[in-house]
């Protein structure tokens, strides 16, 4: 593993567990072994630090969603749906960390300030958001799923889901314990009447 990468992977952990405040350069270098100087050839600041990461986040988030779709078929929207939920949630507890840091403020209070990390959060949350909204389109299509605003549905779904990710994310409930309500709501939420 590369300096940079080992650099990033570390910075990764600390900012997700304590924040990107509470995070020193001092502790970054000692878990990393690498010296600050070192550090600082790689990135010019901690938060150039941070952007790499985020953009690794992004890379890899809708990298992985990219793959979920194209390896599985579903039979119809509203499976495809249930597999995107499913998929969410498989996906965040096997990237905790990148997950972890989306959930924290401070990359939203960058985003005001800083149009690059503006863009990566937008690109993760568009994307996911748009995995959602093309199962409801997908059932629409098929007859699966009843005739309602995609978009503005996809954003409430997904909403939904990352909540539980936050609330497992933060030890306040684990995820799983309603994964079959979470299913079941969404399901009755976007079934056609007819295909009850």
Do not use: W
Request: charged share 25%; glycine share 4%.
């Amino acid at each position: 593993m590369s300096k940079r990468t080992n650099i990033l992977k570390a910075a990764l952990r600390l900012f997700a567990e304590k924040g990107f405040r509470d995070t020193t350069m001092t502790e970054l270098s000692k878990v990393t072994g690498a010296a600050e100087g070192t550090i600082f050839y790689h990135f010019k600041t901690k938060e150039d630090i941070f952007l790499a990461i985020l953009e690794n986040a992004r890379k890899e988030i809708i990298g992985e969603f990219e793959r979920y779709f194209r390896e599985t078929r579903f039979p119809n929207g509203l499976e495809m749906m249930e597999g995107v939920i499913s998929f969410y949630l498989y996906l965040s507890a096997k990237m905790e960390d990148p997950f972890l840091l989306l959930h924290r403020h401070y990359p939203y209070q960058l985003a005001e300030k800083n149009q690059v990390c503006r863009e990566h959060l937008e690109a993760i949350y568009n994307c996911l958001v748009d995995f959602f909204e093309q199962a409801i389109t997908q059932g629409q299509e098929d007859g699966s799923i009843r005739a309602m605003p995609a978009r503005k549905t996809a954003l409430l779904l997904f909403t939904m889901v990352d909540g539980l990710i936050r609330f497992k994310n933060y030890n306040l409930y684990d995820a799983s314990a309603l994964y079959s309500e979470v299913i079941d709501v969404s399901r009755r939420m976007l079934q056609c009447e007819n295909a009850k």
